[in-house]
T-cell receptor
Framework: GEDVEQSLFLSVREGDSSVINCTYT??????LYWYKQEPGAGLQLLTY?????DMKQDQRLTVLLNKKDKHLSLRIADTQTGDSAIYFC??????????FGKGTKLSVKP | ETGVTQSPTHLIKTRGQQVTLRCSSQ?????VSWYQQALGQGPQFIFQ???????GRGNFPPRFSGLQFPNYSSELNVNALELDDSALYLC????????????FGPGTRLLVL
């Protein structure tokens, strides 16, 4: 299977919370990351979590890591139309690289 | 914005041609990684450069090659272009001891006809 699995689509209403989930085949990466990609653009590093942490909060963003289940989630509070984008949760590879899944496309409806 | 710049922003080539893409790292970063992102897919690792040498490579053929310069900027060269090389090419820079924490440029969109 894929190293990183994500749901392909998520649709929410403006003002609601969004939760984007990732599952890994293994969670040996020291850090796990969340990137945002707007249409036609590069990737923006949103936040990251050290693998021995369970949770990290950064303004509207909350990252939860369940290492036992190899599951990572990103919660966006008070989702805005500007949050519409594709979100990636890569893990670290053995060559100092990042291994990406296909991404989750978040659509925010007014 | 990250401070990582790439040029050109868009490029159209024909099959069999060669292309060179350029990347300038964020200030202070000494490691550069290149990724290929096909439409609807996540980025795929091509290779990484540190101290002007290739430091790691993904599953890409030898016609994908690179360079890193003393100022840490980098080039990606692709020879004998194929239609499937059409993609967004992303450059990312990082510190050597935290090479996984990468900051991406805006990308170069390559179309091969």
């Amino acid at each position: 299977g894929e190293d990183v699995e994500q749901s392909l689509f998520l649709s929410v209403r403006e003002g609601d919370s969004s939760v984007i989930n990732c599952t890994y085949t293994d969670s040996s990466s020291t850090y796990l990351y969340w990137y945002k990609q707007e249409p036609g653009a590069g990737l923006q590093l949103l936040t990251y979590i050290f693998s021995n942490m369970d949770m990290k909060q950064d303004q509207r963003l909350t990252v939860l890591l369940n290492k036992k289940d190899k599951h990572l989630s990103l919660r966006i509070a008070d989702t805005q139309t500007g949050d519409s984008a594709i979100y990636f949760c890569p893990k670290g590879g053995s060559q100092g690289n990042l291994i990406f899944g296909k991404g989750t496309k978040l659509s925010v409806k007014p | 914005e990250t401070g990582v710049t790439q040029s050109p922003t868009h490029l159209i080539k024909t099959r069999g041609q060669q292309v060179t893409l350029r990347c300038s790292s964020q200030s202070g970063h000494n490691t550069v990684s290149w990724y290929q992102q096909a439409l609807g897919q996540g980025p795929q690792f091509i290779f990484q450069y540190y101290r002007e040498e290739e430091n790691g490579r993904g599953n890409f053929p030898p016609r994908f090659s690179g360079l890193q310069f003393p100022n840490y900027s980098s080039e990606l060269n692709v020879n004998a272009l194929e239609l499937d090389d059409s993609a967004l090419y992303l450059c990312a820079s990082s510190f050597r001891d935290r090479e996984e924490t990468q900051y991406f440029g805006p990308g170069t969109r390559l179309l091969v006809l």
